[in-house]
């Protein structure tokens, strides 16, 4: 059970941890049999939709503030104390906006691109579990599905950018589907190791995979592997990508196509669009999470009385912080950049780190002193070498610094 | 060949400023500005207004009508009508003076032409209104602000101009002679009659 602590104590922190599943069960508990199934799941969908809502607005403020501060400005600071309550009014702001569509546009398919783009994202925290029990539903393919409903947001900015019959619209729309295809494939094949080694594809059983300790008290992450740990930097970079986020933000490209496809958008729809943005990068961050760093346990043995679902958000929380600072800090890719990141860096780093994972896997059995260390060496090197070698030959004959003018005299 | 230390170079630098923007308030450049304000320099400028000395903006107007600025005004946004007696005789005051600060590009030529030293720029730029028509069209009494006033905005400029009124009538000829100069040639290509719009 949960190590260090009293036994009574133990009762009364498993009750935390447990607090809204039995929560969930007494509630639906009191309902006929024969609704009970249902009710649990729109109760649960009713959870993740607040939950991952109320972080939405306070991630966009968080953000707003977070890059105000890296810019050495003070950020919103105007409604509420410390401008707390921009989020409702901006929400205000959004519902009272006039809903524009276009003369020229395909009127279904621009009113249908923001809802494609927001119900699959919610679809897709179905498989997640965000504490000890607290999936939704416990998929045997949780993973499969999750990148198969991930994949709609390529439809919605494409349906989003083709409908609005706007010449910016469409280049964007045509970016996100070229980058987002391109760093599909990095994404997937990132987790590839996982799943071979945890031999599931629900994340339930992936997170249980990390279950346990090594040494008596540092927990069994993934990340804590050479492949591991490769794997996790990867997975962000596609994740990073995959989420349109800075510095991978080109299908929206402000200072190129002033936002691509969501020029043509604006009030609800447009706000539908955004908020499809962030939870986007809320699940890819859960999946980072569920994958590499353990899911909802804790890193270490003494730290196990802390509620899971507070290691979950806690973990989320600095998956966003990441994310904003990122953004804060790295200029736009360019596009062909962009395409030579993805299938000539990522693609061959995403393979080997496979290779990497299955020898992790077969020298598991070597037993002789300095084992552990000859294997982290091994595996990381397996990464680590072709990562300089790729490195150095992709920049080889580049001039990377301060461009030279040479102006007309 | 960096192989992402530039990323991480980055990165630190940005932690940085976001650290220290918690600590050195001085990294903070922004003024937030309904509630802190900068003080506007010496030759800061919106619109012109009418200046007048003494306590009674109606009497000590210094703007005697002569329509020079009206004249020069690039995009005509002046309109002046002399005050006559009940004899028509002139009274050299404006009985009307309007100026449509929706047309005013703010280029200040009236403040170089006048030879009266009556009209000058003002600073005040927080005149947004919701009526698009009336409340841009500021007539006499919204212009005329006192002598002190004027001190007060420009102290430099304005202590020049005191100590020339102060020299005598005489050296209020020397400023307006240059600028004065090309004012007939303007008037007679504008090709308005003087004192075509006053008439009743
Ligand atoms: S030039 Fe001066 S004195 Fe003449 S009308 Fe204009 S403001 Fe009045
Ligand atoms: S500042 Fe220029 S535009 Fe404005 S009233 Fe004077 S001359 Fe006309």
């Given at each position: 059970?949960?190590?260090?602590?009293?036994?009574?104590?133990?009762?009364?922190?498993?009750?935390?941890?447990?607090?809204?599943?039995?929560?969930?069960?007494?509630?639906?508990?009191?309902?006929?049999?024969?609704?009970?199934?249902?009710?649990?799941?729109?109760?649960?969908?009713?959870?993740?939709?607040?939950?991952?809502?109320?972080?939405?607005?306070?991630?966009?403020?968080?953000?707003?503030?977070?890059?105000?501060?890296?810019?050495?400005?003070?950020?919103?600071?105007?409604?509420?104390?410390?401008?707390?309550?921009?989020?409702?009014?901006?929400?205000?702001?959004?519902?009272?906006?006039?809903?524009?569509?276009?003369?020229?546009?395909?009127?279904?398919?621009?009113?249908?691109?923001?809802?494609?783009?927001?119900?699959?994202?919610?679809?897709?925290?179905?498989?997640?579990?965000?504490?000890?029990?607290?999936?939704?539903?416990?998929?045997?393919?949780?993973?499969?599905?999750?990148?198969?409903?991930?994949?709609?947001?390529?439809?919605?900015?494409?349906?989003?950018?083709?409908?609005?019959?706007?010449?910016?619209?469409?280049?964007?729309?045509?970016?996100?589907?070229?980058?987002?295809?391109?760093?599909?494939?990095?994404?997937?094949?990132?987790?590839?190791?996982?799943?071979?080694?945890?031999?599931?594809?629900?994340?339930?059983?992936?997170?249980?995979?990390?279950?346990?300790?090594?040494?008596?008290?540092?927990?069994?992450?993934?990340?804590?592997?050479?492949?591991?740990?490769?794997?996790?930097?990867?997975?962000?970079?596609?994740?990073?990508?995959?989420?349109?986020?800075?510095?991978?933000?080109?299908?929206?490209?402000?200072?190129?196509?002033?936002?691509?496809?969501?020029?043509?958008?604006?009030?609800?729809?447009?706000?539908?669009?955004?908020?499809?943005?962030?939870?986007?990068?809320?699940?890819?961050?859960?999946?980072?999470?569920?994958?590499?760093?353990?899911?909802?346990?804790?890193?270490?043995?003494?730290?196990?009385?802390?509620?899971?679902?507070?290691?979950?958000?806690?973990?989320?929380?600095?998956?966003?912080?990441?994310?904003?600072?990122?953004?804060?800090?790295?200029?736009?890719?360019?596009?062909?950049?962009?395409?030579?990141?993805?299938?000539?860096?990522?693609?061959?780093?995403?393979?080997?780190?496979?290779?990497?994972?299955?020898?992790?896997?077969?020298?598991?059995?070597?037993?002789?002193?300095?084992?552990?260390?000859?294997?982290?060496?091994?595996?990381?090197?397996?990464?680590?070498?072709?990562?300089?070698?790729?490195?150095?030959?992709?920049?080889?004959?580049?001039?990377?610094?301060?461009?030279?003018?040479?102006?007309?005299? | 060949?960096?192989?992402?230390?530039?990323?991480?170079?980055?990165?630190?630098?940005?932690?940085?400023?976001?650290?220290?923007?918690?600590?050195?308030?001085?990294?903070?450049?922004?003024?937030?500005?309904?509630?802190?304000?900068?003080?506007?320099?010496?030759k800061a400028r919106s619109f012109p207004m009418l200046v007048y000395d003494g306590e009674d903006p109606e009497k000590g107007l210094r703007c005697v009508a002569c329509k020079i600025c009206e004249k020069e005004c690039p995009p005509q946004c002046i309109y002046i009508v002399l005050d006559r007696d009940e004899k028509g005789r002139p009274l050299r005051r404006p009985k009307i003076f309007d100026l449509d600060i929706s047309v005013c590009m703010s280029c200040q030529i009236c403040v170089e032409v006048c030879p009266f030293d009556a009209i000058k720029m003002n600073t005040e730029?927080?005149l947004?209104?919701?009526?698009r028509f009336g409340s841009l069209l500021l007539h006499k009494m919204d212009l005329a602000r006192p002598a002190s006033y004027y001190l007060?905005l420009h102290?430099?400029e304005a202590?020049e101009v005191n100590a020339r009124l102060a020299a005598g009538p005489g050296h209020a000829e020397t400023k307006a002679k240059p600028a004065a100069g090309p004012a007939p040639a303007a008037g007679t290509t504008s090709g308005a009659k003087p004192g075509d719009s006053d008439r009743p």
């Amino acid at each position: 059970m949960i190590a260090g602590v009293p036994p009574s104590a133990a009762t009364m922190f498993e009750a935390l941890d447990q607090l809204f599943v039995s929560l969930k069960h007494w509630l639906v508990g009191q309902l006929p049999p024969a609704w009970q199934s249902w009710v649990s799941l729109a109760i649960s969908a009713a959870a993740i939709l607040g939950v991952f809502m109320t972080l939405f607005a306070l991630t966009v403020l968080i953000e707003r503030k977070g890059l105000g501060r890296i810019q050495n400005r003070y950020g919103p600071n105007r409604v509420g104390p410390w401008g707390l309550l921009q989020p409702i009014a901006d929400l205000i702001k959004m519902l009272t906006k006039e809903d524009l569509v276009p003369s020229g546009a395909d009127r279904v398919v621009h009113f249908v691109a923001p809802v494609v783009m927001v119900v699959p994202v919610l679809m897709a925290y179905a498989v997640i579990p965000i504490g000890r029990n607290m999936a939704a539903v416990d998929f045997n393919a949780g993973l499969l599905f999750f990148f198969a409903v991930g994949a709609c947001i390529e439809l919605a900015v494409f349906m989003a950018g083709w409908s609005s019959r706007n010449k910016y619209s469409l280049l964007g729309g045509m970016r996100a589907i070229a980058q987002m295809i391109s760093y599909e494939l990095p994404l997937i094949l990132s987790t590839l190791p996982v799943v071979m080694l945890a031999g599931s594809l629900s994340l339930v059983d992936i997170t249980d995979a990390q279950a346990g300790h090594s040494g008596g008290w540092l927990a069994r992450w993934h990340v804590f592997t050479p492949w591991g740990l490769a794997g996790l930097l990867l997975f962000t970079v596609a994740a990073t990508a995959e989420s349109n986020r800075a510095p991978f933000d080109l299908p929206e490209g402000e200072s190129e196509i002033i936002a691509g496809h969501l020029v043509e958008y604006s009030g609800i729809k447009y706000a539908l669009f955004f908020i499809g943005e962030y939870l986007g990068m809320f699940a890819v961050s859960a999946l980072g999470i569920t994958l590499f760093l353990g899911g909802w346990r804790a890193p270490v043995i003494w730290l196990e009385w802390v509620p899971s679902y507070m290691w979950f958000f806690l973990k989320l929380g600095g998956f966003v912080a990441l994310f904003i600072w990122l953004r804060g800090t790295l200029p736009r890719l360019r596009a062909d950049h962009l395409m030579n990141l993805a299938w000539k860096f990522l693609l061959p780093l995403v393979l080997l780190n496979a290779v990497s994972a299955a020898l992790w896997h077969y020298t598991a059995p070597w037993t002789f002193v300095g084992a552990g260390l000859a294997r982290w060496l091994l595996c990381g090197s397996l990464v680590g070498v072709p990562y300089v070698l790729l490195g150095r030959r992709l920049f080889a004959g580049q001039h990377i610094g301060p461009r030279t003018y040479r102006m007309a005299a | 060949m960096n192989l992402g230390k530039g990323i991480l170079k980055g990165l630190v630098e940005t932690a940085r400023n976001f650290v220290g923007s918690y600590y050195d308030p001085a990294r903070l450049v922004t003024i937030q500005y309904p509630d802190e304000r900068r003080a506007l320099p010496e030759k800061a400028r919106s619109f012109p207004m009418l200046v007048y000395d003494g306590e009674d903006p109606e009497k000590g107007l210094r703007c005697v009508a002569c329509k020079i600025c009206e004249k020069e005004c690039p995009p005509q946004c002046i309109y002046i009508v002399l005050d006559r007696d009940e004899k028509g005789r002139p009274l050299r005051r404006p009985k009307i003076f309007d100026l449509d600060i929706s047309v005013c590009m703010s280029c200040q030529i009236c403040v170089e032409v006048c030879p009266f030293d009556a009209i000058k720029m003002n600073t005040e730029f927080e005149l947004s209104t919701a009526d698009r028509f009336g409340s841009l069209l500021l007539h006499k009494m919204d212009l005329a602000r006192p002598a002190s006033y004027y001190l007060g905005l420009h102290p430099v400029e304005a202590g020049e101009v005191n100590a020339r009124l102060a020299a005598g009538p005489g050296h209020a000829e020397t400023k307006a002679k240059p600028a004065a100069g090309p004012a007939p040639a303007a008037g007679t290509t504008s090709g308005a009659k003087p004192g075509d719009s006053d008439r009743p």
